[in-house]
């Protein structure tokens, strides 16, 4: 049985499609033979966005994969995404699944795989849906779970948004570090191919899915990239591979190092007290705003003045360089205290009426 936890990183690894037997085989065999990959991946049904594109070999690429495992002893993974894949890939002994993102939207879809795998042994990793919905996410693990498929694991790809982004996919990492929390127990792995559509980021994104303690991730590998049937722009050659995984640095989780241990509390202590001054002079702005709230009343004047909370954002926005503080952060920051400093006066304007 392959354990998702017997390594970290586990890295899998292979072509966006199974496309002829020697481009499988081919590609496997490189990636074997570098030592640095644990499971192949390739797909065999390929969900298009549109008809007409290249939409998987099917059944006559299973024993292709069979091959794969014979000759490098590589575990293979494959895409299902209904309960026919499912039925085709355990005759021919095919060790792992993943559920793609367009299948995980579809909760009539995850409940056929699910109840087609009920019981196995099997990893089956479940891709993040299309659409930045967690629970969705969620429902479609719990669904797997009550067919009794124990071996599960997720795959972070990123989401689709609408216009064009530096991503294929937004990684909106906050995402995966909330079914993180809710799944603790599920290895994690990050698909960047999915999620840069190029290969310029892919770096980047491994990166940062190793810096947010990720189990591995799930990259897409092809002996010819640029002739690929699928997904061309974003896959790399086997030696281009072996570059990128040498350039992520996993971290470690944590240290016993008795220096390390000793700035580390030393500074969250500083990041405590800071907290508690950031938290007492907030409350401190609050009471002003309260009372402004009290005069507003007095006087019959509303609470909203849109005038003055654009002096406000302004005045706090210009100081941003200076304070090492992004728009971004001054932005979020202060809409939330804006929200909370109106609830204030607005309850003033009620209770005092
Ligand atoms: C794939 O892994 O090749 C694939 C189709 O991915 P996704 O479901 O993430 O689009
Ligand atoms: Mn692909």
Redesign the pocket.
């Given at each position: 049985m392959i354990d998702l936890n017997s390594k970290k990183p586990l890295i899998i690894a292979g072509p966006?499609s199974a496309e002829t037997v020697e481009q499988t085989l081919q590609t496997a065999q490189e990636l074997a033979q570098s030592g640095k990959v644990d499971i192949f991946r390739a797909?065999v049904w390929?969900?298009r966005t549109k008809p007409g594109g290249f939409e998987g070999m099917g059944i006559p690429a299973l024993p292709w994969l069979v091959e794969v495992k014979k000759t490098t002893g590589l575990p293979v993974a494959i895409?299902v995404a209904n309960a026919k894949h499912v039925e085709s890939a355990l005759a021919f002994g095919i060790d792992m699944f993943w559920i793609?993102?367009?299948t995980t939207s579809n909760p009539f879809s995850v409940q056929e795989i699910a109840e087609s795998l009920r019981g196995t042994d099997a990893p089956v990793l479940i891709?993040n849906p299309m659409n930045a919905d967690v629970e969705l996410w969620n429902g479609a693990v719990e669904r797997f779970a009550k067919c009794n498929v124990k071996n599960l694991g997720l795959i972070h790809?990123g989401f689709s948004g609408y216009g064009s982004s530096q991503y294929r996919n937004t990684p909106m990492w906050h995402l995966a570090l909330e079914i993180k929390k809710r799944l603790p127990e599920l290895p994690i792995f990050c698909?960047p191919s999915?999620i840069c559509g190029n290969r310029e980021y892919l770096q980047e994104v491994s990166q940062q899915a190793a810096d947010l303690n990720f189990n591995g991730i799930m990259v897409e590998s092809h002996i010819t990239p640029d002739a690929a049937w699928s997904?061309a722009k974003q896959q790399v050659t086997p030696a281009d591979l072996v570059t990128l995984l040498d350039s992520i640095v996993w971290r470690n989780e944590g240290s016993d190092s008795v220096a390390y241990q000793t700035s580390l509390d030393e500074l969250r202590g500083v990041i405590d007290r800071l907290d508690d001054e950031i938290l007492k002079l907030l409350s401190r702005r609050m009471e002003a705003a309260e009372g402004i709230g009290r005069i507003k009343r007095e006087n019959n004047v509303m609470i909203l003045q849109s005038s003055r909370w654009n002096q406000v954002v302004e005045r706090v926005l210009a100081r941003s360089e200076e304070l090492g503080l992004s728009h971004d952060f001054l932005n979020i920051l202060l809409e939330a205290i804006h929200i909370e400093s109106i609830n204030k006066q607005n309850h003033i304007m009620k209770s005092e009426q």
């Open positions: 966006c797909g390929k969900p895409e793609g993102a367009r891709k790809r698909d999915h997904d």
